[in-house]
């Protein structure tokens, strides 16, 4: 395994005690609405959605992938009928890059590894490129379980497709361990998506800021994970937009050693949606100025976590189903 390099800090806008700002909420889908159905719902006058003949047309390599994407239990047609995909596992991803090779890496990326990953039995959730780091592409896919974790990745990566493309993808890469291996907060708060509502190749990126806000906790210890699932999370759903996700450690052994996973972390992941960056501080500044955040939760918080929180301001890639 290449040695990690070192974490880079999140932007410096985040959630924490009074004194600096923060950003996020709460996931909390109605059943068969997906990540696109929440940016409609909070946005009614810019609409996220794919074009009804891109959802719905059987010849779009979209459709056909998504048919081999397992549905997470519970999951239900949206109305074209196809299903809603809430993974059980997640993997968030962050790739340090060799300087000015981003736009390559997300190009081929977009065109070569989508369809082919989610014909392979995974789901890719998102693509981004970082609003604060040229050289980061962060991206995250779903599974499952671990089961179809393990034998999803075999098949890709033992496949033609990363065979072909994978040197490409590599030599753009200085470190590609930065993975952080998640799973739902609580039953309704990971993701929930529709493969088929996927751009195409060559889409515009939809100019959103997805925001991932991450705080570390002592492993082994709930209380801080617990204060952001009990306490956190119903005020940031409360004050919307409701978070696009809202994520955990996974414990369960990596059974893809192959690709190394972060071990040791005990982390709280929200991943939320803005129309832009300005919107983000605008919630940021709110949530903060919130009396039973910024006097009772984000104090409790502080007494548990081993670090200060970390964000990522993320610009989808026009690909991305989390936007």
Request: glycine share 8%; with cysteine.
């Amino acid at each position: 395994m290449r040695a990690i390099l070192p974490r880079r800090p999140g932007h410096p806008e985040t959630l924490t005690a009074p004194g600096t700002p923060l950003s996020y909420r709460r996931l909390t889908p109605a059943a068969g609405r997906t990540t696109r159905d929440r940016r409609r719902g909070s946005e009614p006058n810019r609409s996220l959605a794919v074009p009804a003949a891109r959802v719905t047309d059987p010849n779009h390599p979209a459709v056909s992938a998504a048919s081999a994407v397992p549905a997470a239990s519970g999951a239900s047609g949206g109305p074209s009928g196809d299903p809603v995909v809430r993974p059980a596992v997640i993997e968030l991803r962050q790739y340090t890059l060799r300087p000015g090779r981003r736009d390559e890496l997300v190009e081929l990326f977009d065109r070569e590894f989508v369809e082919t990953q989610e014909a392979a039995g995974m789901v890719v959730l998102g693509q981004f490129r970082d609003r604060d780091d040229p050289d980061r592409f962060v991206w995250l896919r779903g599974f499952t379980d671990m089961t179809a974790r393990h034998r999803a990745l075999t098949d890709f990566y033992g496949g033609p497709v990363w065979a072909e493309h994978g040197p490409r993808a590599n030599a753009t890469m200085l470190d590609s361990d930065n993975v952080l291996l998640l799973r739902p907060l609580a039953d309704p708060s990971g993701f929930a998506v529709r493969p088929s509502e996927r751009p195409p190749a060559g889409a515009p990126a939809p100019g959103t800021c997805v925001s991932a806000t991450v705080w570390s906790f002592p492993a082994g210890r709930d209380e801080g994970v617990t204060l952001i699932r009990d306490g956190l999370l119903p005020v940031l759903r409360a004050l919307g937009p409701s978070p696009l996700a809202a994520l955990t450690t996974s414990t369960a052994p990596n059974t893809f050693p192959r690709l190394p996973v972060r071990t040791g972390e005990n982390v709280a992941v929200v991943v939320t949606s803005y129309p832009d960056d300005e919107a983000r501080r605008r919630h940021l500044a709110e949530v903060l100025a919130h009396p039973v955040v910024r006097d009772e939760i984000l104090p409790g918080i502080e007494k548990h976590r081993t670090a200060a929180p970390w964000t990522l301001r993320l610009a989808p890639t026009g690909r991305s189903l989390t936007v």
